[in-house]
C-alpha cells in the first residue's frame, strides 16, 4: 500500500503494510467524535496535585479499530501528542498536562488501546502489537486532522511512535524517552534492553494487586502513588504479553535505522538509572536526525524521566517542540561523501 502525503507530496509505505492485516489498519476512520463535559480532571495525589491544572477536553473518538479516549488542551500551537506506557493510560502525564511551558502547545493526551477509558481491541494479536498500536495512533491523527504533529512516547509509547516515523506525513518530530530504537532480531534486544526476573511483569497478562504494585515501582520508581496501579490493574490482560512480544521478536520496522535515518527530528531522552532500557546503548546512537547530536540524560532519573524529573524533562520537552516548529531543529541533508559505497 502507498499513502499520498499531502503535506510533502510524495508517497511512502508504512512500515507495517507487510503484516498481516496492515493495510486495512490505515483506512480511513469514522467520522463521530463524542465529547464529554465536564472536563476531565487528574487524580489528586501529592505528586500530581492539581497546581496551575488547565482545564482539559475529554472526549472519544471513534475509529475502525475501537474508540480512543483523548485528553485535549485544545489552545496552543503545534500539536503535541504524549502517548504512555504498557499498562498506563494518559493520565500518567499529569505533570506535563499541568506544565506552563507545554502549554504553549496543543496537548493531545490518548488512552491506547486496552487501556485507561479506550476500548479493549477486538483483535488483540494485531491491535496490540506495536505496529497495530502505531495504526491506532494514525487513524486518530487522521481523525482529528492534525497537521504538522509532535509525538513524544513513553516506553511503550516510544515504540509505537518510532513506527510512525517516516510513515505519517503530519510528523514533524519525536521525542523519546524510555524506549530503546531496536534493530531487528533477537541480538538488538540484547543490546536494548537490560534483562531481568522483575522485567518478567512487563510481559505476564493477569497481574495480581501486588504484582502491579511492583510494576509500578519499577516503572514510575518508588515515589510513584499506589493510586497508580488502578490503571495497571485496570489494561486488557492480553496488551502486555502481546506488546513485548511484537518488540521483542522485532515485529515492525529496523527502530535504529528509522530513527537514524529520519526525515524529521528525533529527540533522544534517557534516565541515567533506567532499569529497562540501556543507557549506555541510547547514548551510542548517532544519525542527522537526533536533536542536537545526541541523546539527552536526565541525571538521576529511572525509566520514566517526565515523571522522576519533570521540570527538566519539561523545558526540555517544550524546547524541543519550539525548535521543531520553528525549523531550528530540521534534519541536515546526509553528506554524500560519508555515504559507504
Given at each position: 500500500?502507498?499513502?499520498?502525503?499531502?503535506?510533502?507530496?510524495?508517497?511512502?509505505?508504512?512500515?507495517?503494510?507487510?503484516?498481516?492485516?496492515?493495510?486495512?489498519?490505515?483506512?480511513?476512520?469514522?467520522?463521530?467524535?463524542?465529547?464529554?463535559?465536564?472536563?476531565?480532571?487528574?487524580?489528586?495525589?501529592?505528586?500530581?496535585?492539581?497546581?496551575?491544572?488547565?482545564?482539559?477536553?475529554?472526549?472519544?473518538?471513534?475509529?475502525?479499530?475501537?474508540?480512543?479516549?483523548?485528553?485535549?488542551?485544545?489552545?496552543?500551537?503545534?500539536?503535541?501528542?504524549?502517548?504512555?506506557?504498557?499498562?498506563?493510560?494518559?493520565?500518567?502525564?499529569?505533570?506535563?498536562?499541568?506544565?506552563?511551558?507545554?502549554?504553549?502547545?496543543?496537548?493531545?493526551?490518548?488512552?491506547?488501546?486496552?487501556?485507561?477509558?479506550?476500548?479493549?481491541?477486538?483483535?488483540?494479536?494485531?491491535?496490540?502489537?506495536?505496529?497495530?498500536?502505531?495504526?491506532?495512533?494514525?487513524?486518530?491523527?487522521?481523525?482529528?486532522?492534525?497537521?504538522?504533529?509532535?509525538?513524544?512516547?513513553?516506553?511503550?509509547?516510544?515504540?509505537?511512535?518510532?513506527?510512525?516515523?517516516?510513515?505519517?506525513?503530519?510528523?514533524?518530530?519525536?521525542?523519546?524517552?524510555?524506549?530503546?530504537?531496536?534493530?531487528?532480531?533477537?541480538?538488538?534486544?540484547?543490546?536494548?534492553?537490560?534483562?531481568?526476573?522483575?522485567?518478567?511483569?512487563?510481559?505476564?497478562?493477569?497481574?495480581?494487586?501486588?504484582?502491579?504494585?511492583?510494576?509500578?515501582?519499577?516503572?514510575?520508581?518508588?515515589?510513584?502513588?499506589?493510586?497508580?496501579?488502578?490503571?495497571?490493574?485496570?489494561?486488557?490482560?492480553?496488551?502486555?504479553?502481546?506488546?513485548?512480544?511484537?518488540?521483542?521478536?522485532?515485529?515492525?520496522?529496523?527502530?535504529?535505522?528509522?530513527?537514524?535515518?529520519?526525515?524529521?527530528?528525533?529527540?533522544?531522552?534517557?534516565?541515567?538509572?533506567?532499569?529497562?532500557?540501556?543507557?549506555?546503548?541510547?547514548?551510542?546512537?548517532?544519525?542527522?536526525?537526533?536533536?542536537?547530536?545526541?541523546?539527552?540524560?536526565?541525571?538521576?532519573?529511572?525509566?520514566?524521566?517526565?515523571?522522576?524529573?519533570?521540570?527538566?524533562?519539561?523545558?526540555?520537552?517544550?524546547?524541543?517542540?519550539?525548535?521543531?516548529?520553528?525549523?531550528?531543529?530540521?534534519?541536515?541533508?546526509?553528506?554524500?561523501?560519508?555515504?559507504a559505497v
Amino acid at each position: 500500500m502507498t499513502i499520498s502525503c499531502r503535506r510533502r507530496h510524495i508517497a511512502f509505505t508504512p512500515p507495517w503494510c507487510g503484516y498481516v492485516n496492515g493495510a486495512s489498519k490505515m483506512r480511513a476512520v469514522s467520522r463521530r467524535v463524542f465529547l464529554h463535559r465536564p472536563v476531565i480532571s487528574v487524580a489528586q495525589t501529592g505528586k500530581v496535585s492539581g497546581l496551575g491544572m488547565q482545564d482539559i477536553d475529554s472526549y472519544k473518538v471513534e475509529t475502525d479499530l475501537g474508540r480512543i479516549a483523548v485528553r485535549d488542551t485544545r489552545g496552543g500551537a503545534m500539536p503535541l501528542i504524549l502517548l504512555h506506557g504498557a499498562g498506563y493510560s494518559g493520565d500518567v502525564f499529569a505533570d506535563q498536562m499541568k506544565d506552563a511551558g507545554l502549554r504553549d502547545f496543543r496537548l493531545i493526551v490518548p488512552d491506547l488501546p486496552g487501556h485507561g477509558n479506550s476500548d479493549n481491541s477486538a483483535h488483540p494479536e494485531t491491535g496490540y502489537s506495536v505496529s497495530g498500536l502505531a495504526s491506532a495512533t494514525a487513524a486518530l491523527i487522521e481523525e482529528l486532522g492534525l497537521v504538522n504533529c509532535v509525538v513524544a512516547g513513553w516506553s511503550l509509547g516510544g515504540h509505537v511512535a518510532i513506527e510512525l516515523l517516516g510513515a505519517h506525513c503530519s510528523i514533524a518530530g519525536v521525542a523519546i524517552p524510555g524506549a530503546p530504537p531496536l534493530v531487528q532480531g533477537g541480538l538488538g534486544t540484547i543490546r536494548g534492553f537490560h534483562f531481568s526476573r522483575d522485567m518478567l511483569l512487563a510481559s505476564k497478562a493477569k497481574l495480581m494487586e501486588h504484582e502491579a504494585l511492583r510494576y509500578l515501582r519499577m516503572t514510575l520508581g518508588p515515589d510513584a502513588p499506589s493510586e497508580f496501579a488502578d490503571m495497571i490493574l485496570r489494561a486488557d490482560p492480553q496488551s502486555r504479553p502481546v506488546a513485548m512480544r511484537s518488540i521483542v521478536s522485532g515485529q515492525g520496522c529496523d527502530q535504529r535505522d528509522t530513527v537514524e535515518s529520519s526525515p524529521v527530528p528525533v529527540c533522544l531522552i534517557q534516565g541515567q538509572n533506567d532499569p529497562f532500557a540501556r543507557t549506555g546503548y541510547v547514548t551510542g546512537i548517532r544519525g542527522n536526525a537526533i536533536y542536537e547530536g545526541g541523546c539527552k540524560v536526565v541525571a538521576g532519573a529511572g525509566h520514566a524521566p517526565f515523571f522522576d524529573a519533570p521540570d527538566e524533562f519539561n523545558a526540555l520537552l517544550a524546547r524541543f517542540v519550539r525548535d521543531v516548529a520553528s525549523g531550528k531543529a530540521s534534519v541536515a541533508p546526509a553528506d554524500p561523501m560519508r555515504i559507504a559505497v
